[in-house]
């Protein structure tokens, strides 16, 4: 499960009888140092036992985690904010070169910077700054409002500035009312090589336990 990506690696059994075993060996290795004598393939054994030993206590690779997301009215960065918190994973803002004004953002306004964008597919805004090494993450979950029922173009944007190929893209959404619907669909086409996710729209209100809920039913592996 996804919360797995981010657990601490648990406490560790000693292999069955090791004590009686390591009893045994150190008798038989005092005994033939009285003589004077110690066999090659003892000494070579404690060798062997010892880097089994070391193995058996490597830490398991974890994961990489990663929440992107663009918000203006921080409805978003909120649930951003809770699923990064409680993976563990890192927090990245999609910041806009020029940012969002409340008339940019007047949906009443066919004029207005936002609709023009929205009625315009080829529109892709540009963004300040950019993800520092982005091919050391596995898993991107990828946060956005709904704009006339689809990610603001500035999504669009940051899907196509990076090769996803080979990671795990889980997007969410936040809106007053309008469902997940197909808002992702434009993301989807453009990270044909990176393997895509069902989203969840989210409330500004949402709880973390819920968000985190829906990383847990994800099964990423």
């Known amino acids: ?9 648990g ?3 000693s292999p069955e009888n090791g004590g009686n075993t390591d ?4 008798v038989a290795n005092r005994s033939a140092a009285s003589s004077g004598t110690v066999s090659e393939s003892e000494q070579l054994g404690e060798k062997s036992d010892s880097k089994t030993e070391e193995d058996s206590l490597a830490e398991p690779k974890e994961s990489k985690i990663l929440v992107a997301y663009f918000s203006v009215t921080n409805n978003t960065e909120g649930v951003a904010q809770k699923l990064a918190h409680g993976l563990g994973a890192d927090l990245y ?13 007047d949906y009443g306004n066919s004029g207005s910077r ?36 689809e990610a603001p ?5 940051f899907i196509e500035s990076y090769d996803f190929s080979g990671k795990t893209i889980a997007p ?12 992702d669909s434009t993301l989807r086409t453009a990270a044909s090589g990176a393997t895509w996710l069902d989203g969840r729209r989210f409330s500004a209100d949402v709880s973390a336990e819920d968000v985190l809920a829906w990383a847990n039913e994800l099964e990423i592996d």
Not at 172 to 183: N, R
């Open 114 to 149: 936002s609709s023009v964008e929205m009625n315009d597919p080829d529109v892709r805004p540009a963004i300040s700054g950019s993800v520092e090494n982005m091919e050391q993450y596995d898993v991107v979950f990828v946060g956005y409002p709904i704009w006339w029922g």
């Open 23 to 26: 009893a045994s060996r150190n």
């Open 93 to 105: 803002e999609i910041t806009p070169d020029q940012p969002y004004t409340d008339e940019d953002l």
């Open 11 to 13: 406490g560790r059994e």
């Open 1 to 9: 499960m996804l919360l797995s990506l981010v657990a601490c690696a």
């Open 153 to 157: 173009r500035i999504m669009s944007t």
């Open 172 to 183: 969410f959404c936040t809106s007053a009312s309008s469902g997940f619907g197909g808002s």
